[in-house]
């Protein structure tokens, strides 16, 4: 068999819809997203080398070129239903993690109606676990590098994640002193960033437990200029979010009587013309307050879309004391899907400790309320305080993580945060006669048995607005695997990798897929079988950065003889890039157009200096 070579770099039609995300989570890769009219990269980061029917990817098969090619073209595949997953962790009554549970113990229910689950799996702190795959060196490689010892690669990735836009100073200097405290627990695998929601202090992810150290110093209060403004009449975001988004007569007038007493000196005669200022300063305060939330929730997403590009188990704890979620509620749900898709559990620690309603006021900035609304006040400051605890829940528990609250111990939080995640189930359903009008389903997961165990999981979703254009869903698909550690196996697939030294700076290292085409859908079209084979390969190095990767299409239109005879050895394809020696991992996702399966493997490469 004889294939066509070609560069294994990413075609147009794949870069376009890669580009927002790499940009975001992996910088390392902008030299290469060129537009769809740009010329191909000048020093191609890899060569391609003939598919071939056997384990061995240098000997060519008696196939013609007619039957197997290789192409640089755009992919066009038919989309998967529309999966909505659920992450539940499950505990029995003395809150220890439930994992003997099949499928067919869980019931599901989308708007109170049951629904099929279609995809179940037992997500262990092993179960995304990378092995160091075998490396088959060249003949040129010396025995001593055979036998170096291996760096320890990263296997998990734990994403610290600071809001700052909320924290007060003092709740900071405690969380970051509590967190300097376990980073000695962590592993040599595990990977460490440090993020905030104001988005002015980031460290990327690293092993180097010094930089951890020295970079919690930037871990302080940044509030939004404004925001601790205390003005006449002084209106929470709470009190704000009452009388403007749902009518509360009773804020306004607590608001009016605040305006009269400090603009007015109490004269009720103005009372017209400070409900007026008691209306304009609700307004402002309700600008400034979901101003800084969804500051806070463009930054969680940013965080949240660079840990999903890390090749590993992934973890993010976000530390915060709670926020209103006021007008934003569809960001909080669309946070807890790009989570699930991503696999990525999050954890939320309360920042403020263990604490009793603020009645009096902020010990800061002392209570100016006058002695008509000060019981008011002060209970919207109680009812405040609560609420701000409702998204630290529901995204914790939405993800399947922990919610960490009323606690004084956070060093011992902060270490039981970063550890691996407990034992979940991952149901996934597709709903039926779903109406694509954007409106929010409710979602309930029971056990159809009778044990008395607590059910951890999201509580519900929002329905698109739009079906997703068909080439636009399957290229998000691709890109979404590509960057996930979830090991696919509807079809079989086997990765190897081997290399070899150009010269003392550059190695050659080839990724090898070994593809058993058994489980293939061929097409008959004039006596020939059809398919075509999509193979993305991406290599990050040891602290999880981009560093190369490529596309390859195989097109087949196999005779019966050669089918045949396929079904038996499989085929392997293989893809060169030049690296550097070091340690890397390297991330493999084939997709069959005709079947609509999809195969991913992750590995580790060790190439010594």
Do not use: W
Not at 352 to 376: C, E, H, M, Q, V
Request: hydrophobic share 40%.
């Amino acid at each position: 068999m004889h294939l066509a070579p070609r560069s294994t770099r990413f075609p147009s039609g794949f870069r376009a819809p890669l580009r927002a995300v790499l940009l975001f989570a992996l910088g390392a890769f902008a030299p290469f997203l060129a537009t769809a009219q740009d010329p191909p990269p000048p020093a191609a980061p890899s060569q391609s080398t003939p598919a071939t029917p056997n384990s061995n990817p240098d000997k060519q098969a008696p196939t013609s070129t007619a039957e197997v090619v290789t192409r640089d073209a755009e992919a066009t595949f038919k989309v998967r239903v529309n999966l909505v997953q659920v992450r539940v962790v499950v505990r029995d009554q003395n809150g220890k993690v439930v994992d003997n549970l099949k499928k067919e113990d869980f019931q599901l229910f989308d708007n109170r109606k049951p629904q099929i689950i279609s995809t179940f799996s037992l997500e262990t702190p092993q179960s995304h676990m990378i092995p160091v795959v075998s490396v088959s060196d060249h003949p040129e490689t010396d025995a001593k590098e055979k036998s170096a010892p291996a760096p320890p690669l990263p296997q998990r990735f734990v994403s610290l994640l600071f809001d700052d836009l909320h924290l007060s100073m003092e709740d900071a200097v405690t969380a970051r002193n509590a967190a300097s405290k376990m980073f000695a627990s962590l592993a040599p695998t595990d990977r460490v960033g440090l993020y905030t929601t104001s988005g002015q202090f980031t460290l990327e992810f690293t092993g180097d437990h010094d930089a951890l150290y020295k970079a919690l110093d930037g871990i302080i209060a940044r509030p939004q200029p404004g925001s601790e403004d205390h003005g006449c009449p002084d209106i929470s975001y709470y009190q704000a979010d009452l009388i403007m988004n749902k009518s509360d007569t009773q804020a306004l007038a607590v608001a009016t009587a605040d305006t009269v007493a400090c603009a007015f000196n109490g004269d009720d005669s103005k009372a017209a013309m400070a409900r007026q200022m008691a209306f304009s300063a609700a307004s402002r305060a309700l600008t400034l307050g979901d101003n800084a939330s969804d500051y806070g929730y463009r930054h969680f997403e940013d965080a949240l879309r660079r840990l999903s590009g890390m090749p590993g188990q992934r973890k993010l704890v976000f530390v915060s004391p709670g926020f209103i979620i006021s007008t934003l509620f569809a960001d909080r749900v669309d946070i807890v899907d790009r989570a699930n898709r991503a696999g990525v559990v999050v954890d939320t620690i309360d920042a403020r400790g263990l604490y009793t309603p603020d009645i009096g006021g902020d010990i800061a900035n002392p209570s100016r309320d006058s002695f008509k609304t000060s019981g008011y006040k002060a209970s919207y400051r109680v009812q405040a305080q609560f609420a701000q605890s409702e998204i630290l829940e529901d995204i914790a528990y939405g993800t399947g993580g922990s919610y960490f609250h009323n606690r004084n111990d956070l060093d011992a939080v902060f270490r039981e945060a970063v550890a691996a995640p407990a034992i979940s189930y991952l149901l996934g359903f597709s709903p039926q006669n779903l109406k694509l009008n954007g409106s929010f389903h409710t979602i309930k997961v029971s056990l159809a048995g009778k044990q008395k165990y607590t059910l951890q999981a999201r509580r519900g979703y929002f329905a698109p607005r739009a079906a997703k254009n068909p080439e636009d869903a399957a290229k998000e698909e691709i890109q979404e695997a590509v960057f996930s550690q979830e090991e696919i196996k509807d079809l079989p697939l086997e990765l190897q990798t081997q290399f070899f030294r150009k010269d003392a700076a550059e190695v050659r290292l080839s990724v090898l897929a070994h593809l058993d085409l058994k489980a293939l859908k061929f097409r008959k079209v004039d006596g020939r079988n059809h398919d075509n084979v999509t193979l993305a390969t991406v290599i990050f190095d040891e602290n999880g950065n981009f560093v190369t990767g490529g596309e390859k299409i195989l097109e087949m239109k196999l005779q019966d003889a050669t089918l045949e005879r396929l079904d038996r050895s499989g085929i392997t394809v293989k893809s060169s890039f030049d690296v550097k020696p070091g340690s890397y991992l390297v991330r493999l996702v084939v997709r069959d157009k005709e079947g609509e399966l999809m195969a991913a493997r992750n590995g580790a490469v060790v190439i010594p200096y």
